[in-house]
């Protein structure tokens, strides 16, 4: 279920948008430049393929993306739950990271394989979190401050799009507006 619950900047309470209809998800995102589509594979993909079979899967989707944006490069990422021990600290630490507000120097594209995953947009004075699942693909144009939630068990499998290799351009302004808003669990507890 991909869901759109937008929010007034200064008061997360403030819920002036919940919907999951994607034609009203599409519109409302245009709205703050972020385009929002749907992409089905060409075949079924198991839960644990690799990173060639998800690539190859929506191979014509991909070559499409590239084509049209100029991107060199597309990589797989990857959010699992960590076993316990020492890296379980080291999950909480990158979900906490991810969930800080940051600006990119180039445009934030992700197509979501599997697995559940929201991205929050602070765009326009309100905040717009995109509960993305499976099919979904996100555009998000450089600058425009945001932040990523998998929730506390995180299962997540997209496809990154890069113009180039490098990613130093993230900038982390100051604030924690993040941690006022509703999680991914938050929202999908919601009714």
């Known amino acids: 279920m991909t869901l759109l619950q937008v929010m007034a900047a200064d008061d997360p309470g403030a819920v002036q948008l919940r919907s999951e209809d994607p034609e009203v998800i599409r519109t409302q995102l245009l709205r703050v ?18 990173d060639a079979t998800i690539l190859n899967a929506y191979r014509s989707h991909i070559d499409h993306v590239i084509a049209e944006n100029g991107y060199q490069a597309v990589d797989i990422r ?27 120097e180039e445009d934030v594209v992700r197509f979501l394989v599997a697995g559940v995953g929201c991205h929050y947009l602070h765009a326009a004075g309100q905040v717009y979190a995109l509960v993305c ?24 499998t997209s496809v990154r799009f890069l113009r180039g290799g490098d990613r130093s351009g993230v900038r982390f302004p100051p604030g924690d507006i993040g941690a006022r808003f509703p999680t991914l669990d938050d929202l999908l507890a919601l009714p």
Do not use: C, K, M, Q
């Not at 075949?43 to 644990?48: H, N």
């Open 33 to 50: 430049g972020v385009r929002f589509s749907r992409w089905r594979a060409a075949r079924r993909i198991p839960v644990d393929a690799d």
């Open 78 to 104: 990857r959010l699992t739950p960590a076993p316990a021990g020492p890296g379980l600290r080291r999950s909480r630490a990158n979900r906490e990271n991810f969930r800080r507000l940051h600006l990119h």
């Open 133 to 156: 699942t499976a099919g979904d693909l996100l555009s998000v144009p450089s600058r425009t401050g945001h932040w990523f939630d998998a929730g506390a068990t995180p299962r997540y």
